[in-house]
């Protein structure tokens, strides 16, 4: 008879690489790893592992069983949340990555709103600026900017119609000027940050006369988003981000838009899976929540471009 712990257990060890690797994520022993693939193994009657003094890779057979491991997994989860779903209850443990400045400034406190209204669920949130691998961090959902890269990812859509948009604190402005075309940012101290493993320096408008494409420089970079958002808030450049990740910023008037709102390339937000069947109740209830929210921000322009 096959165990879903033993499974489990393959699975993590696939994705870590390794018995160890996989016993620290489960907080086991790593003899207690192996001897439970072991178990597995002897009830399906085939090798999953090649082993060796050096080195392990899943065998032809463990490449064909994998899919249907990961498959076994996700219908227990499933079943578990109907359950809960048709007792009206949301419970269980989120595992969520989200943009710094995004989630700092804007989804924190919904998080907070959205787990009080349901204390089953546990918060597991991983926030940065970087893509992160859904199976090697064994996410349930991320939170991304743009628009997919790799095919097999599933988009819900949250904020689609949402651009970047170029601001400066208006003492920045006092002192150095508006710019009127993204030609006339040469002249001015551009706040860069990094996006993945790239610096995001190369700036592009939608233009009415056709699509603008700018090198610009500065003399601050971070990996930070947030901490760029900042830099630009006490007057020290101009940022060119999402309007949601500025929006309180610019309600307030610490910072004000240079260019028109539409000039922005589009920057649609959405909540990533894995795939279709990680579509969970849970999953599902967060998506909703996030999606109402933002869809009541006011995201009309604040200040009017010079």
């Not at 994998?66 to 009206?88: I, K, T, V």
């Not at 787990?115 to 089953?120: D, E, F, K, V, W």
């Not at 990812?153 to 006092?174: D, G, M, T």
Request: hydrophobic share 45%.
């Amino acid at each position: 008879m096959i165990r879903i712990d033993d499974v489990r257990v393959f699975l993590q060890t696939v994705d870590a690489g390794s018995f160890s690797a996989a016993a620290r994520r489960l907080d086991i022993t790593p003899a207690l790893a192996s001897s439970s693939v072991m178990r597995l193994e002897q009830g399906l009657g085939v090798r999953l592992f090649v082993r060796s003094t050096r080195q392990m890779r899943l065998s032809a057979e463990g490449e064909r069983y994998l899919p249907h491991a990961r498959a076994m997994l996700e219908a227990e989860q499933a079943g578990l949340l109907a359950l809960q779903d048709g007792r009206g209850q949301l419970a269980g443990t989120l595992r969520l990555a989200m943009p710094s400045d995004l989630g700092r400034n804007l989804l924190l406190p919904w998080l907070d709103a959205f787990q009080q209204r349901h204390p089953g669920i546990r918060l597991d949130l991983s926030i940065g600026d970087r893509n992160v691998d859904f199976f090697a961090e064994q996410l349930d959902a991320g939170i991304r900017y743009g628009r997919l890269g790799d095919s097999s990812l599933v988009a819900l859509p949250l904020a689609p119609h949402n651009r970047r948009a170029l601001c400066a604190a208006p003492a920045y402005l006092e002192r150095h000027g508006w710019p009127r075309h993204p030609r006339d940012l040469a002249g001015h101290n551009c706040l860069r940050y990094v996006m993945g493993e790239a610096t995001y320096e190369r700036w592009r408008f939608h233009l009415p006369e056709g699509v603008e494409t700018v090198q610009i420089d500065g003399d601050r970079i971070s990996d930070d988003a947030d901490i760029v958002r900042r830099w630009a808030v006490a007057g020290m450049g101009m940022v060119y981000k999402s309007r949601l990740d500025l929006h309180h910023d610019l309600q307030a008037g610490r910072l004000v838009d240079v260019f028109a709102p539409d000039w922005g390339v589009p920057a649609p937000l959405q909540l990533v899976i894995a795939h279709r069947a990680m579509a969970t109740p849970l999953v599902r209830a967060l998506h909703a929540e996030l999606r109402t929210q933002l869809e009541a921000l006011d995201r009309g322009p604040v200040a009017a471009s010079r």
